[in-house]
C-alpha cells in the first residue's frame, strides 16, 4: 500500500514548524532548569550557630544546662542552603551541656511526637539526576541533626525538626538516663511572627488576679462546684457549652504534658463565641486526627482560684459530629451531643503524657438526659452526666525513669563508647 502523505499549505507548515520549535524550547528550559536546581545546592561554607546561641533560652536543673531557640527562614537558608521553614518543617537548635556523671538522650517524641527526620527533610529538596547533589544533602543535614547520646561531662548541640507552632512555640525537651528523667519546658518565640501578646496578657493576668489560694482538697473541689455549668454566648445571654474539665497546675507541667500528646495551641475565630469570666478563652489547643481530621479541641479559661499556689485552668473539652470524618475546614463545627466521650478521651490520651498525677471528678456542669438534651449556642443540643474531671499535673514523671533496660543486646552503651570516642 502507497504511505499516504498528508500536505499541509506553506502557511499552516510554517505555523507548526513554530508551534514545535516554541515548546521543543520550553522542554529545553524546563530540563535545564530541573538539572540547574539539583546541582546548584552547595553545602554552606560558614555554618555558625553562634546567633542562636545569642538569642537563645536558657535553663539548668540536676547538673544539665539547656538552651534553645527556634530557627528563622534566614536562619535555615544559613545553615542548610535552603529554606527548611517552607517545608513546613520549624527547625530548633538545641544545646545540652552535661554535667552529670551518666549518659542523656533526648526523646524526640517528647519535643514533638510527629517530628521529623534530618534525612526525612532532606528528601524534601532532593532533585531529579542528582545523586551525588542529593548524597550530600542528606550528608549536611545528618551532621546538623541532634545527635544521642549526650556524654557524661559533654555539650551537644543541633537541630531537632518539628512541626509549626505559630508566634510562641511550646518546646519540651526530655532528657532520659538509667533511673533519672529530666523534662524542661521552655517558650521561645517563633521569629518572624507577630509577638505573642495575648500569651504576655493571660501572664500579667495571672500575676495580677486576685485568687483564692485553696489548701485543702475539700475546699478546692467545694468551689470548683460553684463555677458556672457553662460558657455564655458572645451575647452573654445564650447558654453556650458546658465546662468540663479542670487543670491544676503549673502552665509548663500543663503545656509539656499536652506538647507530648500531640496538642497544638490552635485558635479560630468561632472559639472566641464562648465566653467565661466576661472572656473568651485565653488559650484553645487541638489535636488532628490521623490525615488531617477534624480535631478535638480544649478551650481554656485561667480561673480566679488556685490550689496550694498552682493555677487552676477550667474549660471546654469537645468534638465535632462526625469525628474525625467531619470536615476539618470551612464552618464552625458542630459539638458532638455526648459532650462525655471528648472528656473520657482527653482524660485518656493524658494519662499517657507521663505528666498526670492524679485525676478526680466534681460536680457543676448539671446532668443531661439524652431525651431531654441541654439547647447551646448555634442550635446545638447535647447530654452529660453532669460531672468535671479534674486533672492534677505534676513536674517529674516517674513512669519513664523507672524503665529499666535489659543487658541482652548491649545497644545503648554500644552507642555511649562511639560518643565517648568522638569526644
Known sequence: MKAVRTVLPHWARSRQERAEAVLALFVIAALQVVLNGCASWQVPSDVDDSSLRARALSASKQNVSLRATVLSARDSQDMFGVDVNATGVQPVWIEVENKTGQSLWLVRSGTDPNYFSPLEVAWSFH????????????????????????????????????????????????????????????????????????????????????????????????????????ATGADAEAMGEPINVVIVGTMADVAAAFVRRGYRRDEREYDNTQRLFGRSPDFVARKTGQGGGAANWVRVWVAPLRYRGQEVLV???????????????????????????????????????????????????????????????????????????VLFFVTRPLDLSDVEILDWVPYLRRREADAADNK
Open 127 to 230: 532533585g531529579a539526576f542528582s545523586d551525588e547533589t542529593n548524597a550530600r544533602l542528606d550528608e549536611h543535614f545528618n551532621a546538623h541533626g541532634f545527635e544521642n547520646p549526650i556524654a557524661p561531662g559533654a555539650t551537644q548541640a543541633g537541630i531537632v525538626f518539628a512541626n509549626p507552632h505559630s508566634r510562641v512555640m511550646l518546646l519540651n525537651v526530655d532528657l532520659l538516663t538509667q533511673g533519672q528523667f529530666i523534662p524542661f519546658t521552655l517558650f521561645p518565640p517563633v521569629p518572624g511572627d507577630v509577638p505573642d501578646e495575648s500569651a504576655i496578657d493571660i501572664v500579667t493576668r495571672i500575676a495580677e488576679m486576685e485568687a483564692d489560694d485553696h489548701q485543702d482538697p475539700d475546699a478546692l473541689r467545694a468551689a470548683l462546684e460553684r463555677l458556672p455549668c457553662c
Open 315 to 389: 474549660g471546654q473539652v469537645g468534638r465535632p459530629v462526625g469525628g474525625r470524618f467531619a470536615a476539618s475546614e470551612g464552618i464552625a463545627p458542630r459539638l458532638h451531643p455526648k459532650v462525655d466521650e471528648a472528656r473520657d478521651l482527653l482524660i485518656q490520651d493524658l494519662l499517657y503524657s507521663e505528666g498526670l498525677g492524679s485525676l478526680a471528678f466534681a460536680t457543676g456542669v448539671g446532668q443531661v438526659s439524652p431525651e431531654q438534651p441541654r439547647g447551646s449556642t448555634g442550635a446545638v443540643h447535647y447530654y452529660t452526666d453532669g460531672l468535671r474531671a
